[in-house]
């Protein structure tokens, strides 16, 4: 007996084919699609920092300022203008800045030059004498003596004479009251909202001011060539009274170039400090205020003050961020590694214009990190240039099997 074998009909065979070759496009497909997709599914690094230790190794120290009182510091080419505990309080003798400021509006005087000139009276010697009397710093003047603006001017700033400051204002507006008027005018022109005077002088505890405005007046006055000149004296000879002592400490030494000094019991020592330093090839002005010292004689210690002040706010501060400072990790969970400094950066600064800052940018990563690639930079204060922080070794996103577990 015979057997007879079957066979698919053509017609099914096709069948089978389409189906499979259906089924193999789309597990390809499939297989194409989340290839392209897995990398999509890991999740980005994470990345932590610490920000302690992008402080970098600073040489200097920062700005010293005084521990009572008040203080400011101006420095026009760097435009620098701060304060500390920036309060309205007596000036003493600092009154005399905008003195000298209003009678040079009224009556330019260029140097070399003697400006018009006064015959002092009775008047002038007695009211010498009342200003002795209460113990302010005066100047000798004699009956029938002629003095001049510019002697007027050499005794007021460098000897803080009173009596002086009197005469200025008598020759500028004819009496101390509308003078007085005149400087409450400019002080209020020239936005200095804490100031407020009541004499010429400064003895009167109703001459206030603050700090800060101090600072901005001397650095106008000091604008003055002739200011200059007289500030920066250790010592005037003047009519009639003769070789008389500057009371602004520190003058002519360490760079310090006047400007003014002041006390009485109210105000406490006061003291504003003109210093030169280098920047760069420049040679510039650093201006110190002090207020409300206290201690000694006043005067010292608000002296004292104001050159540490200055010398902290002069001198560049240096520091130095090292190759290999562990800055932060990267990674995904488990899998992190460090983030380094790639490579040292050093860095010179005004600590009195900005305080110094670092800030740290991290780039996103889905896929794996190669040792020694780039993750991000930091950047440092101000400075343009930035520094590039890398990995310290390999890392990648945890496997498809791993995250499914």
């Excluded at 309060?87 to 905008?98: G, R």
């Excluded at 003697?114 to 004498?129: A, L």
């Excluded at 060539?225 to 500057?246: E, H, M, W």
């Excluded at 400490?249 to 400007?259: F, K, L, Q, R």
Aim: hydrophobic share 45%; net charge neutral.
């Amino acid at each position: 007996m015979s057997s007879r074998t079957s066979y698919p009909s053509p017609v099914s065979r096709g069948l089978l084919a389409r189906l499979v070759a259906l089924i193999l496009g789309a597990a390809v497909a499939a297989g194409l699609i989340i290839g392209m997709q897995l990398p999509l599914l890991h999740p980005r690094a994470s990345a932590s920092i610490n920000a302690l230790a992008l402080d970098p190794s600073s040489t200097n120290d920062q700005i010293v300022w005084p521990s009572v009182g008040s203080a400011a510091l101006v420095i026009p080419s760097l435009g620098v203008q701060r304060s500390w505990h920036n309060t309205v309080q007596p000036i003493a003798s600092l009154t005399k800045l905008m003195t000298a400021y209003v009678v040079l509006k009224k009556l330019p005087l260029s140097q070399g030059e003697t400006g018009p000139c006064i015959i002092i009276t009775p008047e002038d010697v007695s009211t010498y004498d009342q200003l002795k009397l209460t113990d302010q710093s005066s100047v000798a003047v004699a009956s029938g003596e002629s003095i001049c603006e510019g002697d007027l001017l050499n005794g007021l700033l460098v000897h803080s004479a009173s009596n002086y400051a009197v005469l200025l204002a008598n020759m500028v507006s004819g009496d101390v009251t509308s003078f007085v008027a005149l400087m409450n005018r400019t002080a209020q022109s020239l936005g200095l909202r804490g100031t407020h005077y009541a004499d010429a002088s400064g003895f009167s505890n109703q001459s206030v001011s603050t700090a800060l405005d101090q600072g901005r007046l001397a650095a106008l006055l000091m604008k003055s060539p002739l200011v200059r000149d007289i500030v920066d004296q250790t010592s005037v000879d003047l009519p009639f009274a003769g070789l008389v002592y500057s009371f602004t400490p520190y003058v002519g030494i360490d760079n310090v170039i006047g400007v003014k000094s002041g006390r009485t019991a109210a105000a406490g020592g006061c003291d504003v400090m003109a210093m030169t330093f280098l920047n760069g090839s420049t040679t510039d002005v650093a201006y110190a205020v002090v207020l409300g010292q206290q201690g000694g004689n006043l005067l010292g210690p608000a002296g004292d003050a104001a050159l540490a002040l200055e010398q902290s706010a002069t001198v560049k501060d240096q520091a130095t961020i090292e190759a290999g400072t562990v800055v932060g990790r990267i990674g995904w969970a488990r899998h992190r590694t460090d983030i380094v400094v790639a490579r040292s950066g050093s860095f010179s600064w005004w600590d009195a214009k900005e305080a110094l800052s670092a800030r740290v940018h991290v780039e996103t990563f889905s896929s794996a990190i190669r040792r020694g690639e780039v993750v991000g930079y930091v950047k440092v204060g101000a400075f343009a240039r930035r520094i590039a922080l890398v990995a310290r070794r390999a890392v990648g996103p945890p496997t498809l099997w791993q995250r499914l577990r």
